[in-house]
């Protein structure tokens, strides 16, 4: 199960609907081993895309390198679908290398950048199985006890 945030839920919304029709793309990050989706990191999809998201190389080189200085890994890598339902493409399946993480889609095609409802949904992809989870929204994650 994806716990997540309300703040946190509202930006990805808010990117998916505003990078529409182009996929956005972007992480939430937290403590090695928590499982705690703590802070959000909007990237760039370089492919420019309505039906892919690319991250730039040196953007994500970067977003690594501060992760492991800060001790973080990816809970949830997400992106948007512009033109069909939030569930993983096949290459979203053959692109996810990040067993712990939550795979999250935002579908942005009955709305687009207007006012109204997206579907949001989670996956767990391992080895090319995908597994939807439920999606709970809170008001606040618990904080880390490092940062408590």
């Not at 953007?59 to 992106?79: A, F, N």
């Not at 795979?103 to 391992?126: A, W």
Request: hydrophobic content about 35%; glycine content about 6%.
């Amino acid at each position: 199960m994806l716990q997540i945030d309300r703040t946190t839920y509202d930006a990805l919304v808010a990117h998916a609907k505003r990078d529409h029709p182009v996929e956005a793309c972007g992480m939430v990050v937290g403590p090695i081993g928590s499982d705690r989706a703590e802070r959000h990191i909007e990237m760039v999809n370089a492919a420019g895309s309505p039906t892919f998201y690319e991250y730039d190389s040196t953007d994500l080189l970067q977003l690594y390198k501060e992760m492991d200085e800060r001790d973080e890994e990816p809970v949830v890598i997400y992106h948007s679908h512009s033109e069909t339902e939030a569930y993983p493409s096949v290459t979203d399946i053959n692109l996810a290398g990040e067993p712990g993480a939550h795979y999250v889609l935002v579908s942005t095609r009955e709305h687009g950048n207007n006012e109204g409802p997206v579907e949001f949904r989670s996956y767990r992809i391992i080895d090319g199985v995908v597994t939807e989870e439920e999606v709970t929204i809170v008001d606040a994650v618990a904080p880390s006890e490092e940062s408590s």
